[in-house]
């Protein structure tokens, strides 16, 4: 046949098959996930080509998704057939986008996995989204056939056995057996079986698949049941599985094969008369709404979290999220869920621009775009996830449109605020009791946020407007020399009498328990003084930036105009003490003086210190010497 054609594949994709296979073992499930959110894509393409060509489309094939199950029914493990009416490729279109890497990500995949555990290769292939190699994790052999959509051209195949180093696109000898689309058969492994098994694959759907396809998955399944036999016909060979009719559904049809009478022994008579027909019906698996369109009563906390990972494609639970229905502006009104995730996106404090690509926009549950332009969310947040749908935009909005209505930045505003909002939600809950140990757990989901998104919560407060500074200020939590997790607010609260301080000590680097001994917290200490220990570059920048909170002015320790509060309690006593250690020390002050002139400013007689002898400090009006480190390594 001539137009048979053979092609090796590219070394990249000979790599990248082996680390899917090999390392995969474990996450083989994705394949479902990886072909059906293919097919989606397919399919989204479609419709949204068709809105401008109609006469691409037609009633008579519908939009829908298609899996088979076929036990074997001579040698093999059976297979799995999952079909699509999208958009479909041309025989050039299977050789480019099935047998090259395309992509520029894949290279970075490629060097990533190589280096990586097959944990982290698994968690790799959902942030890539390698898709369609995944079959390779169930299948010896894989079959693509494919029409385009429009086109008049013939039907082709793309064909590859797992461990091939070439793979074959042909003319398909079935001749054309789709009017547009895709269709993928697996030939399963040995050790694959369990996907013949529809409670499988229907698991499967709901949790990985169900939320973020907009189109139909049917899944074909065969009933037997027993009937009365009005006029015994003369019965099929029930083995023969190819005497089904397995062609797609046309919406909810039921083909009907009759199989053998149960009992067919000629001793005993058959009085009521029964014969067993098997019933091949097409049962849709994602027949909820969408998650976002729902009530939020109904949703349960599995189904955010499902919903979440096969949409973001995170194999971590998020760790809290808010659903809300909104008004931007009076024009627009839409449906909102949004979540903060269990960690920063890996390239966040690498880069100044922020890439956000966790903002799902859709328009009547139509996904439209995830890419809103690169101011979409100031940097500090641009770790949201988010899906907004839209309810009164024109389906076929284009990014420049929305760039230029006001939408875009009232959604930005709206999601920022209850992002928010949710935050303070999730900071503010009250302690609970583990059920488990009866221990007192406070804040155990904020305790996860913090540690989560904390630094770019500072961030935030640093960069915010107003507003928005205040509130994430009270968001922030610092460990003291005598608690850890402490809000600002809640410092303010366990003031002392008289304190008009926020004290503070800086080290960057350094671990919150060796400043806590620091000289300079030791009388503070003693007194039952609360002291903030900074250990990140950002901290003092950004006590800097508020300089007061709930009207108490930040005294870092380690400078000069550090005010007790409780001086005026034994004032009269402290006065005459000071004047006699005055007087005692007077000598050695003034030879101090004249022997480290040049050194040091000043010297001072000092009530701070408890145990040591002494201490120095910054001016008032100097950097810190932490603040010193930090201008010494930029300038270096
Ligand atoms: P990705 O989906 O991330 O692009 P995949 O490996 O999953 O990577 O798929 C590679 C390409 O193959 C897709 O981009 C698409 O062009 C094409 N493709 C895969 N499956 C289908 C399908 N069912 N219908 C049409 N094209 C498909
Ligand atoms: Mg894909």
Request: glycine share 6%.
């Amino acid at each position: 046949d001539g137009a048979h054609q053979t092609h090796e594949y590219q070394s990249d994709v000979a790599r990248l098959r082996k680390i899917v296979i090999n390392s995969l073992y474990s996450h083989r499930d994705v394949f479902l996930r990886e072909l059906l959110s293919n097919a989606n894509d397919a399919l989204e393409k479609l419709r949204i080509t068709a809105l401008t060509d109609k006469s691409l489309v037609s009633p008579d094939e519908p939009l829908n998704i298609t899996i088979q199950l076929l036990p074997a029914s001579g040698s093999g493990a059976g297979r799995v057939v999952i079909a699509d009416t999208g958009i479909g490729m041309t025989p050039d279109e299977l050789t480019q986008n099935l047998g090259t890497l395309a992509k520029s990500g894949t290279s970075d995949f490629l060097v990533q996995a190589e280096s990586a555990g097959a944990q982290q290769a698994g968690n790799l292939i959902g942030q890539f989204g390698l898709g369609f190699y995944s079959s390779f994790l169930v299948a010896d052999h894989v079959e693509v056939a494919s029409v385009p959509a429009g086109g008049n051209g013939e039907q082709w195949v793309f064909a590859s056995g797992a461990e091939d180093q070439r793979f074959e696109v042909f003319p398909d000898p079935r001749g054309r057996t789709m009017r547009h689309g895709t269709e993928i058969t697996l030939l399963l492994r040995e050790d694959a079986k369990e996907f013949l098994n529809p409670g499988k694959v229907k698991e499967l759907v709901d949790k990985h698949s169900g939320f973020s396809t907009s189109f139909p998955i049917y899944l074909q399944t065969f009933k037997t049941e027993e009937v009365p036999d009005e006029d015994s016909p003369v019965p099929a060979d029930p083995l023969e599985a190819d005497a089904i009719d397995t062609s797609p559904p046309v919406d909810d049809s039921e083909a009907i094969v009759e199989d053998l009478p149960e009992d067919a022994s000629p001793i005993t008579p058959p009085p009521p008369r029964t014969k067993n027909v098997t019933r091949e019906t097409w049962e849709q698996l994602n027949d909820q709404p969408p998650l976002w369109t729902r009530d939020a009563k109904t949703v349960s906390e599995a189904e955010y979290t499902d919903f979440y990972k096969s949409t973001f494609r995170d194999t971590a639970a998020p760790l809290a999220h808010a659903h809300f229905a909104g008004d931007a502006g009076s024009s627009v009104s839409f449906k909102s869920v949004l979540f903060i995730p269990s960690e920063l996106p890996s390239e966040f404090w690498s880069t100044t621009q922020a890439r956000v690509e966790g903002v799902r926009l859709m328009v009547k549950r139509v996904f439209i775009t995830n890419d809103l332009g690169e101011d979409a969310l100031p940097k500090w947040i641009s770790w949201l996830r988010a899906i907004v749908d839209a309810d009164d935009l024109p389906l076929n909005v284009s990014r420049e449109q929305l760039q230029s209505t006001k939408f875009l930045a009232q959604i930005k505003s709206i999601l920022v605020k209850r992002a928010i909002n949710l935050l303070t939600k999730v900071a503010s809950a009250p302690a609970s009791i583990n059920e488990e140990t009866g221990e007192e757990e406070g804040q155990t989901q904020y305790r996860a946020v913090w540690k989560a998104i904390g630094s770019a919560i500072k961030l935030g407060a640093m960069e915010g407007s107003a507003g928005q500074k205040n509130k994430l200020g009270a968001l922030t939590r610092w460990t003291t020399n005598v608690r850890e997790f402490v809000g600002l607010d809640d410092y303010v609260d366990n003031r002392k009498k008289g304190q008009r301080q926020i004290f503070y000590l800086a080290g960057v680097g350094q671990k919150a328990e060796d400043l806590a001994k620091s000289v300079f917290i030791e009388k503070l200490h003693a007194r039952g003084y609360e002291v903030l220990l900074l250990t990140e570059p950002m901290d003092e920048i950004l006590l800097n930036n508020f300089q007061r909170w709930g009207g108490m002015a930040f005294q870092d320790v380690a400078k000069k105009g550090l005010q007790y509060g409780d001086e005026d309690m034994d004032a009269e006593a402290d006065k005459a003490e000071q004047a006699g250690i005055a007087e005692r020390f007077a000598p050695l002050l003034s030879w101090l003086k004249k022997e480290y002139t040049g050194t040091v400013m000043d010297v001072v007689i000092s009530n701070r210190l408890v145990t040591s002898p002494c201490a120095i400090v910054a001016d008032r009006y100097g950097y810190s010497a932490n603040m010193e480190r930090l201008v010494a390594a930029q300038q270096r």
